[in-house]
Structure formats: C-alpha cells, structure tokens
C-alpha cells in the first residue's frame, strides 16, 4: 500500500532504531544537570510523542490566535491532476508541484487586499496525505475574516477549475461549517495530523508513516503566524508555568521586540522587570555558551511584557507574569509589589499563583493571605477542602 515494500520497512526501521540508540548514549551536562539527547529531541521519528505534543500546542495556539482576530476555520483539499497518478512522477515531486500551486493561489489579489485590511499575512497550516498509489494530496486550514468566506470559496472554485497553470487540478472540498462535528474545526483537521503519526499500541504495519519517510515528505506545515521554533523551543521552558498559552505569548513578545535574537543568532534575550533594582533590563534566554547563560541566570528577575504598562490614577503599574503587580512609589522612588487579590485572578493564574505559595518557606510565607488564597480555591472547585476561618491560619501552622 501507499507504494511501500517489506524491503522499505525493514530498512526503515533499523535506520530509525540505530539513531535512537545513538541519541540514548548522547547526553550534554548543562551545569548539575545531565541532558539525554533523544529525550530532548522533536523528532516525528524518533520522538513521536514530544514532537505530536508540540504540533498539538501549535495547533491550538493557532486556532487562539485567529479567534482573537475574530478568523473563521475554512477547510481545503487538492489533489493532483491525472498526469501525476501515472507513476511518472515521484510523491515528494508532486508534493513540491503540490506546494507551488497553493503558493500561487494564496498570493491571488483578494489575499493581498486581505493582508492589507489585517495587517498581517494568510493564516494557515496544511497536511500532506497519501492515496493508496502512493500520489500526495493536500489538506489545508486556513482562517478568514467571516466576509471572506464566500469570496474566497468563488475564487477558490474558479481558479483550480480551469487550465489556466497548465495543471488542470481539481478542487475537491472547501468546508466552513462546523456544527455538526464533534470537537469542531480543530478535532477535524487534528483528526488528519493524527494520521501521520504511528500508533504505538497497534501492532498493524501502517504504512503510511513509512511513506512520509522514504519519501522525505513533512507532515505538517503552516503559515510564518507564530514565534520561530527555533526561538520557541530554546525558550519555552521559561514561559510553560507562567502562561497558559505560551506560544502566543512567546509570538506576541518577539513581534514587539521584548525577546530578540542577537550576535548572528547566538543569543536570545528577553526584557525583563529587575526586583532588586526596580528596573527594566535584558536576561540572556538562551546562548551557545552554557557557562554565560548559567552566570546571567544569577540575577533575580521575573519576565515582563512592556503592553500591560498603564497608568491609572497617575500611577505606573507594571504587571509581571499575569499575576504579580508592581506600583511605582514615588516616596521610595523604585517599583513595590502590590499585594495579589485572589478574587481577582482568573482560574489558571489562580491555581498557578497557588503552588507558588505552596512551594514557599513557611517562614517566608504570610498565613493569612496562603488561607484567602486556598479559601478561593475551594469556593471555585479547584480545590477539595473545607473553607476555614482566616483566623485559624494566623494563630497555628498545623492548618497546613
């Protein structure tokens, strides 16, 4: 099926079992900290698990970033025209021709005066998937303003039903409803991703993961919306506990300039809000030398986005991490931290700022503000427990 041999299989995977090992001998000591490479690997081959997590986050972070530019999901598929089934040409040949094609039709003039109204490029990612001849055909989603929709479905109906590349290719779906799909428009295009993956509990030989593979055919791609993954999974780390969609996070950050590449690409640093001395200054994310980004750790510091600098009232107040809130006192001329109000807080930055009471000295912990904190929790159901007085959290520590 798909054109794959037993002699395909075979070579495949011992290819792919001779770099694991490899990979499972390779650490890095970073500092006290020993790095296992295939651990640490986003690979659809070797580390299939981590690389689906890391494509289902870019999903979601995607279909986030259309809502907030009010974008509606339109699904497409192309296939190639009947010249390209007669086994003349190679898939990875036709996924390129494939590619060129939806080049062309995303850069047709009703795309162009869309870029202008938005502001920014089409928003998309597609998939590659193979007929039983083995011949590629492509899936795409792609985000378009509601008025949109319609135009585009013209334009898309028209341009791919004549000869006008010389391809005669043929449009075969355009679908912008979703109420009658379970999960909606994001279990249906995941529901294709996900065949591109193996199942690790099946013991059937899929076939069509080794398609991908010998015919060095990507999987998933989408438009340059989000952060870089180069930048992306250098830094990561440094924002999962802090935001609850941490690409989009990262995109909004490097678009404004707070996280930058620097020295050809060698560094990544960050604008940051400085605790001891009440001032906005860079830490290194991420360098090529790990003995320079150890050292620049040292510093206290928490990562900041300058857009939630506002002023109310004639005060500046800086908001670090979504949680924590610095004021501008005039009188001791440098940032104090405000204290946090619970009630406040949404549920994620809720249950968030309580492990980091959770994980505090008790000695360094003020009681009667752990008890509203944890008192919050129970009320919302994120927590079982009884609410108990505030009382009892100022006169002993066994409440804990």
């Known amino acids: 099926m798909y054109g794959i041999t037993q002699e395909d299989i075979e070579f495949i995977d011992s290819k792919i079992e001779n770099q694991k090992r490899y990979l499972e001998n390779f650490s890095i000591d970073f500092g006290d900290k020993s790095v ?10 070797l580390n299939p698990k981590k690389y689906f997590s890391e494509i289902n986050n870019r999903v979601n972070s995607m279909f986030n970033y259309a809502k907030d530019y009010g974008l509606k999901p339109v699904f497409v598929t192309l296939t190639a025209p009947s010249k390209y089934h007669k086994g003349h040409y190679t ?57 949109y929709i319609l135009p585009v479905k013209k334009k898309f109906k028209a341009y791919f039903s004549s000869d006008r590349l010389g391809t005669n290719l043929k449009a075969m779906d355009y679908k912008y409803t979703w109420y ?21 509990q099946s013991q059937q030989i ?14 998933f791609l989408t438009s340059r919306t989000l952060a870089p993954l180069t930048v992306y999974r250098k830094i990561r780390y440094y924002f999962k506990n802090h935001y609850k969609d941490d690409f989009n996070t990262v995109t909004n950050m490097v678009k404004k300039g707070y996280i930058r590449r620097e020295f050809n ?15 906005v200054e860079d830490i290194i994310l991420w360098n090529k030398n790990p003995e320079l980004l150890l050292n620049a ?5 928490k990562p ?51 492990m980091t009471l959770e994980n505090t000295h008790i000695e360094n912990l003020n009681l009667h503000h752990y008890g509203l904190v944890k008192n919050e929790m129970i009320k919302r159901g994120l927590l079982v427990g009884e609410i108990i007085s505030l009382n009892e959290y100022g006169n002993s520590f066994d409440t804990f």
């Open 180 to 200: 009658k799909e379970k999960g909606g428009a994001t279990a249906y295009i995941m529901k294709y991703i996900t065949k591109t993956f193996k199942d690790e």
């Open 265 to 279: 690409n060698t560094s990544i640093s960050m604008m940051y809000y400085n605790i001891e001395t009440g001032e």
């Open 91 to 147: 898939p990875n040949e036709v996924s390129k021709v494939l590619t060129q094609v939806w080049n062309k039709f995303t850069n047709l003039q009703i795309f162009q005066k869309m870029k202008k109204e938005l502001n920014h490029g089409l928003v998309y990612f597609r998939v590659y998937e193979p007929h039983k001849s083995g011949v590629p055909h492509l899936h795409a989603m792609i985000f378009l303003p509601s008025n």
């Open 304 to 354: 900041i986005s300058l857009k939630y600098t506002k002023k109310t009232n004639e005060k500046e107040i800086v908001n670090v991490n979504g949680v924590d809130k610095f004021i501008f006192s005039k009188t001791e001329n440098q940032f104090v931290e405000l204290p946090t109000i619970p009630t406040k807080l949404g549920d994620y930055s809720l249950q968030q700022y309580f």
């Open 36 to 45: 296992n490479m295939l651990d640490n690997t986003y690979s659809a081959n």
């Open 297 to 301: 750790r040292k510093k206290p510091c």
């Open 206 to 219: 899929e076939h069509a993961i080794y398609w991908y593979i010998k015919h060095k055919i990507r999987r």
